[in-house]
């Protein structure tokens, strides 16, 4: 049925377009309705017959009331029925075609070998045959002004009866049939022509609005997000206000990975529908991609913007049942407002990203509205980004190292490498300034692989039972040929994998992902060590330490030396000493850097201390000194004893 009425409705509109032909350049009837009149007038002037000049006066009146009719009837005009267009130009074009004819044949008849029977017959022939073509549009009214034309000469041939007009008889009727086949093909074409183009640009339209649709939430996707933009940008006055939000699911990953994508995709059709409940009606919601939506409308003020972050929050974070699972998600939203941070969509567009950057980097599940000092951020960001990319070519970067000292006998174990930037320009940059700037361009793969190779050459030359310990970021370890990166630079240096311990933290853990397990699992089967920094500050799961092979934890500096230190923390220390000694593994307490805290982590069990109590970090030939200091304090020892 929905067929059916899906081609009636193409029909429609082809009859439409069809019968519009017949309307199309109004100043050819005109031309035909000027040339009829002339040459009827001539014939009724030289036959001065009364029937005759009564039929030229009407054929004239209804030649010149269907051009004035073809410019005042607009087939663009919806209220005028197609049917209505049909009628009005068949009782024009009939009458007309009739009453040429007819006075050909009245001519012919009762005044033949007059000298106006060959300018009259000629006259009517070529219009039967021309206007047949012109209005192939309708079949009916195309061969009926053929046969209403040329039906009263052939008439009249047969009446007069003699060999030359029986002749032009036979003449007329192969000839009509022909054109009006000609007539009924031309007509054929055209509407399969038009029928055609109705279906390709319905087509069209539908290719186009499932390009600009996101085929899981049936929301705008990027490429509809932006042209319905700029239609709303075009819509808007210049005192209205535009919020843009862009929404980053949290941890929506998890979604995928636990409970399957088909989950997943469940879940965006809910929040998409949550989005569009919470949002004004004119609001355009767009799945930007993956689990990013991008929602645009009007505000009245910031305040007002700020309401509705809050509302879409609290509809976000509602607890959903899919499948029998009950699902707690949140969103990290930033926000930019035209005209006040952007004047056009990309730059919205621009600002609401960087401002949802900013919601994510400060701890997800809030909103962040777009502020001037973000963009300079950027720019400073994309700046040391640039630098230390050719810092790294340059060789600007030094390796410097601290000492990680055994609390019993207080000799160096380890050595932890820590990287220097001494910028010819602007001076030593801190590490906090550009390790971050490094893991969001992705250079942290580049530079973590030189600090690795480079500490590893300088370990190489130290006494053999002195480590070297080296912090690994996550994104690090996460690119693929991680492990080879290491194992390749301890071959260069020739330093065997056991005297390595790489460092890594419990934020590594958070996506708890196959490539961080082949990772270590890797690594520790040739021999490098692992140890677990910054322990305290994250969730400290006892399960990682049970998962992986982990010979030491650093207990963090906030827990030995922090504003916060107590009876608690020192609690804590004991605990993961105690801990540490049943598993066989050091513990080292960062921080230290007086020797009422080397003494009260050492009572606590700790076996290890790093901190400005013992050493700086020092660059590879003073960290050597040391090394060669101790080895002589030792001889001399020997030596008295």
Not at 37 to 63: D, E, F, R
Not at 73 to 93: H, I
Not at 330 to 342: K, Q, Y
């Amino acid at each position: 049925m929905g067929r059916k009425t899906e081609r009636d409705a193409i029909s429609d509109r082809v009859r439409r377009l069809l019968v519009r032909t017949l309307y199309t350049q109004p100043s050819n009837l005109a031309i035909g309705a000027i040339m009829g009149a002339v040459c009827t007038s001539v014939t009724a002037w030289v036959t001065q017959s009364t029937v005759i000049t009564i039929c030229v006066v009407l054929m004239t009146l209804i030649g010149f009331a269907r051009v004035l009719m073809g410019h005042m009837l607009s087939p663009d005009n919806e209220r005028t029925t197609t049917r209505k267009l049909e009628l009005l130009y068949e009782a024009g074009a009939f009458s007309y075609a009739f009453l040429y004819g007819l006075i050909a044949a009245l001519v012919m008849i009762y005044y033949p070998g007059s000298s106006a029977e060959l300018l009259i017959v000629a006259c009517a022939l070529s219009y039967g045959i021309a206007v047949a073509a012109r209005n192939a549009g309708s079949r009916l009214i195309a061969q009926g002004q053929l046969v209403l034309a040329l039906g009263p000469i052939f008439t009249a041939c047969l009446i007069v009866g003699t060999i030359p007009t029986l002749t032009l008889a036979v003449s007329i009727l192969l000839g009509g049939s022909a054109t009006a086949s000609i007539a009924k093909n031309l007509h054929r074409v055209l509407r399969a022509s038009i029928a055609s183009a109705e279906t390709s640009e319905r087509l069209a339209r539908k290719m186009e609005i499932q390009a600009h649709t996101d085929v899981v939430t049936k929301l705008a996707n990027r490429a509809g997000l932006n042209h319905q933009m700029v239609e709303k940008l075009m819509a808007i006055s210049q005192d209205q206000m535009l919020a843009m939000y862009w929404l980053d699911i949290d941890r929506f990953k998890e979604v995928n990975d636990l409970l399957g994508h088909q989950t997943g995709d469940k879940v965006l059709v809910e929040l998409a529908q949550r989005l569009k409940e919470a949002m004004p009606q004119n609001a355009l919601v767009a799945r930007f991609g993956g689990d990013e939506f991008t929602v645009v409308t009007e505000v009245g003020s910031r305040r007002h913007a700020e309401m509705l972050a809050s509302e879409v929050h609290a509809e976000l974070m509602r607890p959903m049942r899919i499948d029998g699972d009950r699902l707690e998600v949140g969103a990290s939203i930033g926000v930019a407002l035209l005209p006040d941070d952007g004047v056009d969509s990309d730059e919205l567009m621009q600002k609401a990203d960087l401002a949802l950057y900013h919601a994510k980097v400060n701890g997800r599940k809030q909103t962040q509205f777009y502020d001037a000092s973000m963009s300079r951020d950027l720019a400073r960001k994309r700046e040391i980004e640039a630098e230390l990319r050719a810092a790294i070519l340059k060789d600007e970067l030094s390796i410097f190292f601290q000492p990680i000292v055994d609390l019993k006998t207080g000799r160096i174990r380890t050595f932890e490498a820590l990287v220097r930037w001494f910028h010819p320009e602007k001076g030593e940059l801190r590490p906090d300034e550009f390790i971050p700037v490094a893991e969001d361009s992705g250079l942290i793969v580049t530079l973590g692989n030189w600090i690795t190779a480079q500490a590893a050459k300088a370990a190489a030359q130290w006494p053999e039972e002195v480590t070297l310990a080296v912090n690994l970021s996550p994104l690090q370890i996460k690119a693929p040929g991680a492990s080879l990166g290491v194992l390749n630079a301890l071959r260069e240096a020739q330093l065997p994998p056991e005297r390595l311990e790489l460092e890594v933290t419990e934020s590594l853990f958070l996506d708890d992902s196959e490539a961080t397990e082949l990772f270590i699992n890797e690594l520790a089967a040739k021999g490098v060590r692992f140890a677990m920094d910054d322990f305290g500050t994250g969730y400290s799961s006892l399960g990682y330490i049970n998962k992986y092979p982990f010979s030491k934890i650093k207990v963090d500096r906030s827990f030995v030396s922090g504003p916060d230190v107590s009876k608690k923390t020192e609690a804590i220390i004991r605990a993961v000493a105690e801990m540490g000694a049943q598993l066989d593994m050091d513990i080292v307490a960062e921080g230290l850097e007086k020797i009422e805290q080397v003494k009260a982590v050492r009572e606590a069990g700790c076996t290890l201390g790093q901190g400005y109590y013992f050493s700086r970090a020092v660059p590879d030939y003073l960290a050597a000194m040391l090394l060669a200091q101790e080895r002589e304090s030792e001889d001399g020892l020997r030596k008295v004893g």
